[in-house]
């Protein structure tokens, strides 16, 4: 089974999984699990925003800080070509995890958010002329839409969007309308954050690049759940964040096809990514390090190096069997809330749960169930638009992950129920 497909796979696939994840054997791996709110039991359910860590990850920040800490690149001393040597070998690690076919493809930015930044500056920017156009989604995070806004406006040119349906999943064939001579980029959500929809990015991406159009992947939402195979998807960027990861936050890639990196201008100047430096001219670092001016996030490199390695050690398989898992139990429990409404009903769906409680505003549904120990996102979840195209102001959100548990959804639904206590 391709990565796509391994990725849009809707359900659990028990046949292919040898035992069930074992789920309390990694809870412990995660500290902040132990604790409580309001003196009841923590019931993490805002994944999609941020993930807990493992000690493996808190610990290795700890170690690089106690007895590794030196800036790196940049001297002969052992404590920095120590962290140096770390560094970079986290960087082979995430080629790995992604299969890259190079290490030089991975490039550390803070987060998605700076990976789409990048491309959009430094690759699509100086390519787009007045008349052309950016291809995005209708299901895409603010931070797929307003830096193509930014190129677009400053370039006359266009942003176009392809339409989804009522359930939330993207129309292909009016994907495929939309890709013209005129478009210089696509940029996708791989897995939307706020309706759960894993597109058939493989499918997407094919129908691009045979138009000779290049494709960014926004996989902040896809690589802490699915295995991601770059090559495979076929893409020519994809952009991850390591703190949705079980990694640190301000920490994130951005792989690129080298031959494309080689092309771009740099994003930022300073150290690190210079050859030479006078005031007549600068030569520019082969890259990655063209990419990377200034010292970087060298302990939250360390970080994801360690996330990656917590990942890596799991089958994630039974991972994605988890998750889907908690995903039909949680549909099915939450339809027993009076006057809930699930927005987003693709049927490739990953472990994200958008709904509406009919006559209460998602602020005092999150309220509520936070006083019952229950952690969900309320509010838009950066995504306006998919919030407009659904008609509703806000919705709640749970969002989960690989240490959640059946017992968790069932306390979410008696925190709903509460909701509905209060609110009559
Ligand atoms: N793309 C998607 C699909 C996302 O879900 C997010 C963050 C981003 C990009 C931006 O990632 P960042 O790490 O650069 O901020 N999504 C969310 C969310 O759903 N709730 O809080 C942040």
């Known amino acids: 089974m391709s990565t796509a497909q391994r990725a849009a796979a809707p359900a659990s696939r028990p046949e292919s999984v040898s035992a069930p994840l074992d789920v309390e054997r990694i809870r412990a791996d995660f500290p902040i699990l132990e604790r409580k709110i ?24 700890q170690r690089y800080y106690r007895e590794q800490n030196a800036n790196i690149h940049r001297a002969v001393y052992r404590l920095s070509e120590e962290a140096t040597r770390e560094y970079e070998s986290v960087r082979a690690r995430v080629a790995r995890f992604l299969n890259a076919a190079e290490a030089r493809e991975i490039v550390f930015v803070r ?6 930044n990048l ?25 797929n839409i307003v830096p193509w806004q930014i190129v677009c406006e400053e370039r006359g040119a266009r942003l176009r969007v392809a339409p989804m349906n009522r359930s939330g999943e993207l129309l292909v064939e009016e994907f495929e309308k939309l890709l013209t001579e005129r478009t210089k980029i696509v940029s996708l959500v791989h897995v939307s954050n ?16 045979a138009r000779g159009i290049p494709v960014l992947v926004d996989g902040a939402q896809a690589a802490p759940h699915y295995r991601v195979d770059v090559r495979d998807l076929g893409c020519d960027f994809y952009a991850l964040s390591g ?57 939250g490199v360390i970080g994801l190096g360690a996330a990656i390695d917590y990942l890596e050690r799991l089958d994630r398989s039974q991972i994605a069997a988890h998750e889907a898992d908690l995903l039909s139990y949680a549909t099915e429990r939450l339809s027993e809330v009076p006057g809930l409404r699930i927005i987003g009903t693709a049927a490739h769906k990953a472990a994200v749960i958008s709904f509406v409680l009919e006559g209460i505003h998602a ?3 999150g309220t509520i169930v936070d006083q019952e120990g229950v952690a969900i996102r309320t509010g838009h979840h950066c995504t306006q638009p998919v919030m407009e195209f659904f008609g509703v102001p806000a919705t709640a959100r749970a969002s989960f992950a690989l240490y959640n548990t059946r017992d968790e959804v069932d ?9 509905r206590e209060v609110f009559g």
């Open 119 to 143: 491309v959009a500056h430094s690759f699509v920017r100086p390519r787009l002329g007045p008349g052309d156009e950016v291809l995005i989604t209708a299901m895409e995070h603010h931070s």
């Open 194 to 209: 706020s309706l759960g929809t894993v597109n058939p990015v493989k499918e997407l991406v094919s129908l691009a690049r």
């Open 111 to 116: 987060g998605t958010t700076e990976a789409i």
């Open 243 to 299: 703190h949705k990861l079980f990694g640190p936050t301000g920490i994130g890639v951005l792989y690129g096809r080298a031959e494309l990196l080689e092309e771009m201008p740099p994003y930022q100047g300073g150290g690190d990514m210079i050859l030479s430096v006078s005031f007549e001219r600068t030569t520019y670092a082969p890259i990655p390090a063209k990419f990377e001016a200034g010292t970087p996030h060298i302990a």
């Open 411 to 419: 306390a979410l639904v008696r925190a709903l129920f509460k909701v």
């Open 38 to 61: 309001g003196g009841k039991p923590l019931v993490y359910l805002d994944n999609a925003a941020t993930a807990q860590k493992p000690r493996a990850v808190i610990d290795a920040i």
């Open 363 to 365: 602020h005092d549904v």
